[in-house]
């Protein structure tokens, strides 16, 4: 069966597209990502400081603002425990980076 929007027909300026399969179910194998490699932060939001997990394999941590702007960056050993003096309230990215690859979460400070 095909299936069109009539939101064009509706809302001038719009994008129309046509569905040909509306209920089509993928067949893909999805390994998906492990908990334990996972980069998390708590408590978030967060005031003067966090708590890292997923971060014993990474090379380095940065902390970006919404810019991307680095205000921090750590080397290993990183410190279960990281303290966030002079991190003003706002929500920041919190990247973790190897050769393998990048972790990344939002951090959003808040006092």
Do not use: H
């Amino acid at each position: 069966p095909m299936v069109e929007d009539i939101t064009a027909q509706i809302l001038l300026d719009t994008i129309s597209w046509t569905v040909l399969e509306p209920c089509g179910i993928g067949t893909g194998v999805n390994d998906g990502i492990q908990v334990a490699d996972e980069l998390r932060v708590f408590p978030n939001p967060a005031r003067d400081r966090i708590q890292v997990t997923g971060v014993s394999s990474m090379d380095e941590l940065i902390l970006c603002d919404a810019q991307g702007v680095v205000l921090r960056r750590w080397a290993p050993p990183f410190q279960q425990v990281v303290d966030l003096p002079a991190v003003p309230d706002g929500l920041y990215l919190l990247r973790a980076t190897s050769d393998a690859g990048v972790r990344s979460t939002k951090v959003v400070v808040q006092r």
